[in-house]
Protein backbone atom coordinates (compact mmCIF):
# COMPACT_ATOMS: atom_id res chain seq x y z
CA UNK A 1 0.00 0.00 0.00
CA UNK A 2 1.40 3.30 -0.85
CA UNK A 3 0.23 6.26 1.03
CA UNK A 4 0.91 10.04 -0.10
CA UNK A 5 0.22 12.60 2.40
CA UNK A 6 0.58 16.29 2.18
CA UNK A 7 4.20 17.73 3.37
CA UNK A 8 3.20 19.24 5.98
CA UNK A 9 1.36 16.25 7.38
CA UNK A 10 4.27 14.29 6.70
CA UNK A 11 6.53 17.44 8.33
CA UNK A 12 4.12 16.15 11.83
CA UNK A 13 3.66 12.70 12.01
CA UNK A 14 7.65 12.41 11.30
CA UNK A 15 7.69 14.70 14.81
CA UNK A 16 5.44 12.67 16.56
CA UNK A 17 6.44 9.25 15.69
CA UNK A 18 10.07 10.78 16.88
CA UNK A 19 8.95 11.98 20.48
CA UNK A 20 7.74 8.72 20.71
CA UNK A 21 10.51 6.81 19.38
CA UNK A 22 8.34 4.60 16.88
CA UNK A 23 8.55 4.71 13.44
CA UNK A 24 6.34 6.81 11.08
CA UNK A 25 4.72 3.42 9.92
CA UNK A 26 4.18 2.69 13.50
CA UNK A 27 2.46 5.82 14.57
CA UNK A 28 0.16 5.40 11.86
CA UNK A 29 -0.60 1.95 12.50
CA UNK A 30 -1.84 3.04 16.13
CA UNK A 31 -3.69 5.44 14.47
CA UNK A 32 -5.79 3.26 12.23
CA UNK A 33 -6.20 0.57 15.58
CA UNK A 34 -7.66 4.10 17.23
CA UNK A 35 -10.26 4.50 14.29
CA UNK A 36 -11.22 0.88 14.49
CA UNK A 37 -11.39 1.02 18.10
CA UNK A 38 -13.43 4.21 18.14
CA UNK A 39 -16.02 3.13 15.57
CA UNK A 40 -16.41 -0.15 17.57
CA UNK A 41 -17.82 1.71 20.50
CA UNK A 42 -19.82 4.12 18.56
CA UNK A 43 -21.58 1.12 17.29
CA UNK A 44 -21.53 -0.72 20.97
CA UNK A 45 -22.90 3.08 22.23
CA UNK A 46 -25.71 2.96 19.60
CA UNK A 47 -26.87 -0.96 20.35
CA UNK A 48 -26.90 0.10 24.29
CA UNK A 49 -29.15 3.29 23.47
CA UNK A 50 -31.32 1.01 20.86
CA UNK A 51 -31.83 -1.40 23.69
CA UNK A 52 -32.75 0.98 26.34
CA UNK A 53 -35.21 2.76 24.09
CA UNK A 54 -36.85 -0.60 23.35
CA UNK A 55 -36.22 -2.59 26.42
CA UNK A 56 -37.44 0.36 28.57
CA UNK A 57 -40.04 2.35 26.66
CA UNK A 58 -42.87 2.68 29.01
CA UNK A 59 -40.31 3.77 31.88
CA UNK A 60 -39.18 6.51 29.30
CA UNK A 61 -42.38 7.73 28.83
CA UNK A 62 -43.63 7.74 32.81
CA UNK A 63 -40.31 9.60 33.35
CA UNK A 64 -40.79 11.98 30.31
CA UNK A 65 -44.40 12.78 31.51
CA UNK A 66 -42.98 13.41 35.52
Known sequence: M??????DLDR??????A???I?????????????VARSG???EI???IDFVR???AELLQRLEDA
Do not use: C, N, V
Not at 2 to 7: D, F, N, V
Not at 12 to 17: C, D, I, P, R, V
Open 2 to 7: TLRLPE
Open 12 to 17: KLETLA
Open 19 to 21: EQH
Open 23 to 35: SKHALLIQAAEAI
Open 41 to 43: RRG
Open 46 to 48: RGA
Open 54 to 56: THD
